[in-house]
T-cell receptor, first 115, second 111 residues
Framework: DTGVSQDPRHKITKRGQNVTFRCDPI?????LYWYRQTLGQGPEFLTYFQNEAQLEKSRLLSDRFSAERPKGSFSTLEIQRTEQGDSAMYLC?????????????FGSGTRLTVV | EDQVTQSPEALRLQEGESSSLNCSYTVSGLRGLFWYRQDPGKGPEFLFTLYSAGEEKEKERLKATLTKKESFLHITAPKPEDSATYLCAVQGSNAGNMLTFGGGTRLMVKP
């Protein structure tokens, strides 16, 4: 296993378009998280899955954002009708149940630029 | 609501010049305080977890300590390869499994 993989690494899109990002976690990790990070800031929690169940969503997550984790494996994060304020690095992390944040392994992120 | 504040925002050191980074936090029932290192264009990389006041962890030139209100990351005799952004995060008992991160300290070590 080579760690958490995210695709694409970079995405430039026009305002109003829909975008989808993919995250492949470490295979034995049953927890998967999405965070957003803007320049000069720390990561901000978006949502969390345990296996295929989405257990937590940030209050900051607008209706334009949706995430799925079919069959408890890879996950996708979709942003509909993108806005310039959505420009950020989208980070995925995975962990093993019972070990909490100290086993978070982050991917390298998808950098989204909305023009 | 859990909150984390890191200071300074940026720190420039000469190689070999030891210093400390600060992480102040407020949390409802601390489950863990975490330090991560982040290099440009990459995701955060786990360094330490601290669970209770008085606890200390060490790794090479880094040492993390924890009190009831803050944590310090001490860097002893830093090298240029220690240049990175250091992030502090907390997990509170009311926060489920999410981490609340501070804004980070951007460390630059000059040879």
């Amino acid at each position: 296993d080579t760690g958490v993989s995210q695709d694409p690494r970079h995405k430039i899109t026009k305002r109003g378009q829909n975008v989808t990002f993919r995250c492949d976690p470490i295979s034995e990790h049953n927890r998967l998280y999405w965070y957003r990070q803007t320049l000069g800031q720390g990561p901000e929690f978006l949502t969390y899955f345990q296996n295929e169940a989405q257990l937590e969503k940030s209050r900051l997550l607008s209706d334009r954002f949706s995430a799925e984790r079919p069959k408890g494996s890879f996950s996708t994060l979709e942003i509909q009708r993108t806005e310039q304020g959505d420009s950020a690095m989208y980070l995925c992390a995975s962990s093993i149940y019972g070990t909490g944040g100290d086993r978070y392994t982050f991917g390298s992120g998808t950098r989204l630029t909305v023009v | 609501e859990d909150q984390v504040t890191q200071s300074p925002e940026a720190l420039r050191l000469q190689e070999g010049e030891s210093s400390s980074l600060n992480c102040s936090y407020t949390v409802s029932g601390l489950r863990g305080l975490f330090w991560y290192r982040q290099d440009p264009g990459k995701g955060p990389e786990f360094l330490f977890t601290l669970y209770s006041a008085g606890e200390e962890k060490e790794k090479e030139r880094l040492k993390a300590t924890l009190t009831k209100k803050e944590s310090f990351l001490h860097i002893t005799a830093p090298k240029p390869e220690d240049s990175a952004t250091y992030l502090c995060a907390v997990q509170g008992s009311n926060a489920g499994n999410m981490l609340t991160f501070g804004g980070g300290t951007r460390l630059m070590v000059k040879p």
